[in-house]
């Protein structure tokens, strides 16, 4: 068997994984859809609730500029997505030994917890997606990325309902149990996500220093460019809306 036949079963096996991998990114996500739920089970008002959707869409935004940085730091889109989705997986640990141990937990650290929490995983996301798409031809693209679509929210659904009768089971006084129940599912299934990582082949790749792109780069091109304009669009509707 020749070397690109090789290479080329290694990128179809490798994107199969990654339909494995879209699964349990769907279980994970399915548990963080409960952190609002989490926030008024702890006895927080809706001014806690508010003040965490705020500070996790101005925390995204912020990481969003941060995402290259990260891949050159590390060397490779791979080595950024496995420290990133060990990262994930540590900082799941927090938010479930707190519902598990205390009788009582304070709004307030529970905020502190989601934001830390919410970091590693909005770092991964693109970079796992650039990863994915180098091994996929244009001309199948679509449809490969269509179908991984179909499983991660097949898999959300099945997990959110699912963990929402685990939740009905143990309402009441031991309403922290059933959430540390819904975020330890959360929690292996973003260790399944590593170790489907491990698995999967990367092709190589140098980052070029011309490459990289800064946000005072963008905002000088914002003049010139229709994207420019309608991103600085839909963020200050965002900003007034939200």
Not at 129 to 153: C, E, F, P
Request: aromatic share 12%.
């Amino acid at each position: 068997m020749s070397t690109q036949e090789v290479d080329t079963t290694q990128e179809k096996r490798s994107l199969k994984r990654f339909h494995g991998e879209a699964g349990s990114q769907g279980v994970e996500e399915a548990g963080f859809s409960y952190q609002s739920a989490s926030m008024m089970a702890v006895g927080s008002d809706w001014h806690g609730v508010g003040a965490l959707s705020g500070l996790t869409s101005l925390v995204t935004s912020f990481l969003y500029l941060q995402i290259p940085s990260v891949v050159r730091l590390l060397g490779s889109a791979k080595r950024a997505v496995m420290a990133l989705c060990l990262l994930d997986a540590l900082t799941w640990l927090p938010i479930l030994l707190v519902m598990l141990l205390l009788s009582s937990v304070n709004p307030s650290l529970l905020i502190a917890l989601w934001i830390v929490n919410l970091v590693p995983g909005i770092l991964l996301g693109p970079v796992r997606t650039t990863w994915m798409v180098s091994l996929t031809s244009a001309d199948k693209r679509g449809k490969y990325l269509g179908l991984r679509l179909s499983i991660n929210t097949a898999s959300y659904l099945v997990s959110f309902y699912a963990m929402g009768y685990v939740l009905q089971r143990f309402s009441g006084e031991r309403v922290l149990i059933g959430f540390a129940i819904v975020f330890a599912v959360a929690l292996v299934a973003t260790l399944l996500s590593f170790f489907i990582y491990s698995r999967i082949s990367e092709p190589p790749h140098v980052v070029q220093e011309d490459e990289s792109f800064r946000f005072a780069d963008f905002l000088r091109e914002t003049r010139t460019r229709n994207l420019g304009r309608f991103v600085l669009y839909t963020s200050a509707f965002t900003f007034t809306v939200y």
